[in-house]
């Protein structure tokens, strides 16, 4: 029998925790998601030999499909992976399977449970269930709901509940989300999944930090004066135009993605490594922060909206030109903002977001901008030495870069900046798996880790709240500055930062 091969580097360097027996119930496995991220993850699991061999993978949706369609079509999602590894992928596809199901029929969801029943049988899965709504965020609570009365939630040790993002729209729908999914089963049984948490990058902040004695004592307001974190996009909307329009950058990427990557940033030291050590320390983080200016708001805040860009041969339509989108639309594409967080460690150092599509360039990464020292004692090439820096990239080339001053060669001493950088690719031999893979596999494993509680979540939406309002009530304060596509967003985004006499860094 043919068993998918193994990298010998990553056997080597990897020691992961086996699966244990399960079913994996994907509800809105017609949909992108599944074709993009979830199929491809498990697909990446089961070549690392992770997956037991007594487990199933169940799509659900409302379309009429067959098991052999269903197998047919992740296939064809899987492309040159599944070409490259044409035995492997045979072996991951029989485990396989496809059930009709729209969750606001009580009927269904006895067919599902009947079918589950009968998949576990056959593949000794033990009747244990993580189930994963990979569908639009209005059925998020109808369907845990109907979930819970078929009786799919009822043992918290053996069945587990993937939700995600958006969580709520707002602090008011954050807060009903969360009492109502909790009226349904345990929080210990709830993994609410943001994809950045999974990206190896951002897991090494906690080894940089707490494994090091170097960087612990410098990672407070005495040392560092200013911290910015950027996620850049170089797509436009695509094919979410109906999403995007009512949601936007700050409630699509700045409450989840770039909030969870503060938390990690700027957290406590946890008791120990310990899934709610780590979650509590996150949490307090969050409810310690706050927008620059709570009385003002708008004064701390840019946002902004592609226009049209490219060039000749290869033109970029604006936001507004976007199918699917409104002529006269006010959402935004691009959001920066500025904030503190009122502990011993970080008082008084602001912190910067920023986020937008159409950008320069895509990345994602955190810098970490050192006070200068007290006495510049030497000329420097570019006319005053430049602050340290400590640049965290988190995506696309996973690493990091650390900025300093050396002497320039030559009689002089003068001094100029370079970087000592780690890439993940290179030290360990290949590129780090995508977010989702870890994901997976954590919320299989039942650890919480790396997915957000309900207190989190809630801290999140409640920092935000007094932008939402603004744009939902007074939306002139908070104006739409047009910026040009392929740019780094609109230049009022710079006074942001120039009253601080402060630059954003531009790769």
Excluded at 261 to 290: C, S, W, Y
Excluded at 333 to 347: G, P, S
């Amino acid at each position: 029998m043919n068993t998918p091969t193994t990298n010998p580097l990553r056997v080597g360097l990897r020691q992961e925790r086996v699966i244990t027996p399960q079913c994996l119930v994907i509800f809105g496995a017609s949909g992108d998601l599944t074709h993009r991220k979830l199929i491809p993850a498990l697909f990446q699991l089961f070549k690392q030999r992770r997956l037991p061999i007594e487990f199933a993978i169940l799509g659900c949706a409302r379309r009429p499909w067959s098991d052999e369609e269903f197998r047919q079509k992740m296939k064809k999602a899987l492309g040159k992976e599944a070409k490259d590894n044409s035995a492997a992928a045979s072996l991951f596809l029989e485990n396989l399977f496809y059930e009709s199901v729209d969750l606001q029929k009580s009927e269904d969801l006895i067919k599902l449970a009947r079918r589950l029943e009968g998949i576990d049988r056959v593949k000794a899965t033990h009747n244990n269930r993580t189930f994963y709504l990979s569908v639009s965020p209005n059925f998020y609570g109808s369907g845990c709901k109907a979930l819970a009365a078929a009786g799919l939630l009822n043992d918290p040790k053996r069945s587990r509940l993937v939700i995600e993002k958006p969580f709520g729209r707002d602090f008011g729908s954050a807060q009903t989300l969360n009492q109502l999914v909790q009226s349904c089963c345990q929080e210990s049984q709830i993994f609410r999944i943001d994809h950045y948490l999974g990206k190896e990058t951002v897991q090494n902040i906690l080894v940089m930090r707490f494994a090091n004695t170097i960087f612990e004592p410098i990672w407070n307001r005495n040392y560092i004066s200013s911290v910015q974190i950027t996620a850049a996009e170089t797509v436009g909307v695509e094919e979410r135009a109906g999403y995007y329009e009512s949601s936007g950058a700050l409630r699509d990427m700045v409450q989840n993605h770039l909030t969870q990557m503060l938390a990690i940033t700027a957290m406590e030291p946890p008791g120990h490594f310990d899934p709610e050590a780590i979650r509590n320390e996150k949490a307090k983080v969050l409810q310690a922060a706050h927008l620059a200016d709570e009385i003002e708001p708008w004064k701390c805040c840019i946002r902004g909206q592609y226009e049209e860009g490219g060039s000749k041969s290869d033109p970029i339509l604006s936001y507004r030109n976007e199918p699917g989108v409104n002529p006269n639309s006010t959402t935004e594409t691009y959001v920066a903002m500025k904030l503190f967080i009122d502990n011993w460690r970080w008082q008084g150092v602001p912190f910067y977001l920023r986020t937008g599509k159409r950008l320069a360039k895509r990345l994602s990464e955190i810098v970490l901008t050192f006070r200068e020292a007290p006495v510049h004692l030497f000329d420097a090439a570019g006319g005053c030495p430049t602050s340290n820096q400590l640049i965290l990239r988190i995506q696309p080339d996973e690493g990091a870069d650390f900025r300093f001053e050396v002497k320039s060669p030559g009689s002089g001493m003068r001094s100029r900046p370079v970087g000592m950088e780690f890439s993940y690719e290179e030290s360990f031999g290949e590129p780090s798996d995508e977010g989702y893979v870890r994901l997976l596999a954590d919320a299989m494993l039942g650890d919480p880790t790396l997915f957000t509680r309900s207190d989190e979540v809630e801290a999140a939406w409640r920092l935000y709240t007094p932008l939402l309002e603004l744009i939902e009530d007074s939306p002139w304060q908070l104006p739409i500055y047009p910026y040009e596509s392929r740019t780094w967003g609109p230049v009022e985004s710079d006074a942001l930062l120039s009253k601080d006499e402060l630059l954003w860094r531009r790769p």
